[in-house]
């Protein structure tokens, strides 16, 4: 099945730093998502992308689909420390239906 | 009101036993789905029922056996329970054509 490498898996940032992480994939994919998980708690879909080239801001949160259809990035800008937790990219394919595959995840932490 | 809600948020139960986990979505969506996620917090999706219809059942042992009685819940039953069993599950809900789906806050089911 497809596989979404995720990175990095983690990273320690200062408060008010400005954080980037992505997800790449061999397979074409047609709709990027990107998910933030906090502990306890399931994973909440922060931004949608469904066109090569859309960029999108959901407030200090900026995620791009990648020209090629096979990358994603998320950007965080002057990051606070509620933005800890999991996040996660996660796409469809043309031929996966409803399916989504998930990368392994980015730890971020945020120290004051 | 919660979107997708599942029960018992906590799990703890000796080998051999026989154990269900409920969830419900009050969204509408015509999907529904079971993921596991591991320790190394991992998404992995078990499987996916479309208007009570099963879609996607992937290789999981058939000591887990979903159910869907309406589109507006899916439960999993797990018999024989394995100390490999243990891990968060978490029901999700979508609409077909739309990618987001919605997570409920997840199970934690410790197996001793």
């Known amino acids: 099945g497809q596989q979404l490498n995720q990175s990095p898996q983690s990273m320690f940032i200062q408060e008010g730093e400005d954080v980037s992480m992505n997800c790449t994939s061999s397979?074409?994919?047609?709709?990027w998502l990107w998910y933030k998980q906090d502990p306890g708690e399931g994973p909440v879909l922060l931004i949608a992308?469904?066109?090569?080239?859309e960029l999108t801001s959901n407030g200090r949160l900026t995620a791009q689909f990648g020209i090629t259809r096979k990358d994603s990035f998320l950007n965080i800008s002057a990051s606070i420390p509620s933005d800890v937790g999991i996040y996660f990219c996660?796409?469809?394919?043309?031929?996966?239906?409803?399916?989504?595959?998930f990368g392994e995840g980015t730890q971020l932490t945020v120290n004051p | 009101d919660t979107a997708v809600s599942q029960t018992p948020k906590y799990l703890v139960t000796q080998m051999g036993n026989d154990k269900s986990i409920k969830c419900e979505q009050n969204?509408?969506?015509?999907?529904m789905y079971w993921y596991k996620q591991d320790s190394k917090k991992f998404l992995k999706i078990m499987f996916s029922?479309?208007?009570?219809?099963?879609?996607i059942n992937e290789t999981v042992p058939n000591r887990f056996s979903p159910k869907s009685p309406d589109k507006a819940h899916l439960n999993l039953h797990i018999n024989s329970l394995e100390l490999g069993d243990s891990a968060v599950y978490f029901c999700?809900?979508?609409?077909?054509?739309?990618?987001?789906?919605?997570f409920g806050s997840g199970t934690r089911l410790t197996v001793v």
């Open positions: 029922y479309n208007n009570k219809e099963l879609i």
């Open positions: 996660a796409g469809q394919t043309e031929t996966s239906g409803s399916r989504l595959t």
């Open positions: 397979s074409i994919f047609n709709t």
């Open positions: 992308l469904y066109k090569a080239g």
């Open positions: 969204l509408g969506h015509d999907t």
């Open positions: 999700a809900s979508s609409q077909v054509l739309s990618g987001g789906y919605t």
